[in-house]
């Protein structure tokens, strides 16, 4: 019923930058709402990246990653973005965007809080 559909994978050299996107009808439940990002690497377990929690905007982002990847949502409601700068072939992965089935004023990155999952998108970072 709640749909996600991530967006703006690719192939970058590593330092290179990405910005993905996870699209949703989600704003129209809830004034603030919550996504995650997670990836996974061939062979990995997921793991999470970063999460908001809109208006109240609490944002969460895993150690790999923080100084490096932005979360932010676009001015039009249900948008999510990841900014990822400064890639390393270690950010290679499959990268997902998540809502949870409760809502909290504070997001984590525990994947088992995240009930709706979108496609994922390719990132891959190689010279």
């Known amino acids: 019923q709640l749909r996600l559909v991530e967006s703006g994978g690719g192939v970058v050299q590593p330092g290179g930058s990405l910005r993905l996107s996870c699209a949703s009808s989600?704003?129209?439940?809830?004034?603030?709402?919550?996504i995650g990002w997670f990836r996974q690497a061939p062979g990995k377990e997921r793991e999470g990246v970063a999460c908001i929690v809109t208006n109240v905007d609490n944002i969460n982002y895993s150690d790999s990653v923080k100084g490096r990847f932005t979360i932010s949502e676009d001015t039009a409601k249900g948008t999510i973005h990841l900014q990822m700068n400064s890639l390393k072939p270690q950010d290679t992965g499959i990268y997902y965007c998540?809502?949870?089935?409760?809502?909290?004023?504070?997001?984590?990155?525990?994947?088992?809080?995240?009930?709706?999952w979108g496609q994922g998108t390719q990132v891959t970072v190689s010279s």
């Open positions: 998540a809502a949870p089935v409760q809502w909290s004023r504070i997001c984590d990155l525990q994947s088992g809080h995240y009930g709706y």
């Open positions: 989600i704003a129209s439940l809830d004034s603030s709402y919550i």
